[in-house]
């Protein structure tokens, strides 16, 4: 199953994605809001659990290709938060992408098309996003999907230790109703 916008395709990964995928993953630049950059191995086993995703779902972390520009250049969609926190259980929408499709307007457009699959055809209600607010490249593409955010939805990653500079989240939200602000 594979989504298209004006410049990208979003589509199921494939093994010439692997080592693409790994290179992005152990950039400091691109990994720099995260604990630690990838392995190879670390890498590798996260393809093989999105792709177990779109299996169980239908639905997940798409491959993003740039058509007759670049076959790779990272990856968004809609995936179940993997942890416990006031807001679960919930669909969220993430995206990474290598430093060289930042500042083109990607990772948004690649969002829109995963937001309107997820309220059109997985008929979600809602789909949030989250990150740390030092992220604010990332929050600004949530803003630019017309997310909001209610400091009172604020929380700690639970995955992180107490005292971790990365622990505290922001959270924007996004209601199916409000597709019409996409
Ligand atoms: C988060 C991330 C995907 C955002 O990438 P981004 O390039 O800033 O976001 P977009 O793809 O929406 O591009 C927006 C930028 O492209 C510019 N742009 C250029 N051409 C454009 C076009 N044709 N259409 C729209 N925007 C365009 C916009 O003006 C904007 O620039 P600005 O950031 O200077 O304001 C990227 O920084 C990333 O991969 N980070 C590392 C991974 C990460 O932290 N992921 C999130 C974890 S929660």
């Known amino acids: ?26 950039d400091p630049e691109v990994m720099h809001h995260f604990p630690a950059p990838s392995t190879r191995q670390e890498s590798d086993a996260f393809i093989d659990r999105i792709e177990a995703g779109f299996d169980i779902w239908g639905f997940g972390l798409w491959a993003v290709e740039v058509p007759g520009v670049a076959e ?80 009172t939805d604020d929380f700690d990653h639970p995955n992180l230790p107490a005292d971790s500079p990365l622990g505290r989240h922001v959270l924007y939200r996004k209601r199916a109703d409000a597709i019409d602000r996409l």
Do not use: C, K
């Open 1 to 26: 199953m594979e989504l298209r916008t004006e410049r990208l395709l979003l589509r199921r990964w494939r093994e010439s994605d692997r080592e693409p995928f790994a290179a992005m993953n152990s």
């Open 72 to 151: 790779f250049i990272g990856f968004t969609g809609i995936w179940p938060v993997g942890f416990d926190a006031h807001f679960t259980p919930a669909i969220e929408v993430g995206w990474r992408l290598a430093r060289a499709g930042w500042g083109r307007g990607y990772a948004t457009e690649a969002a829109r098309a995963a937001l309107e699959f997820g309220f059109e055809q997985a008929g979600l209600e809602e789909i949030v996003s989250f990150t740390i607010p030092a992220n604010v490249r990332s929050t600004a593409v949530m803003e630019r999907l017309g997310m909001t955010h209610d400091p």
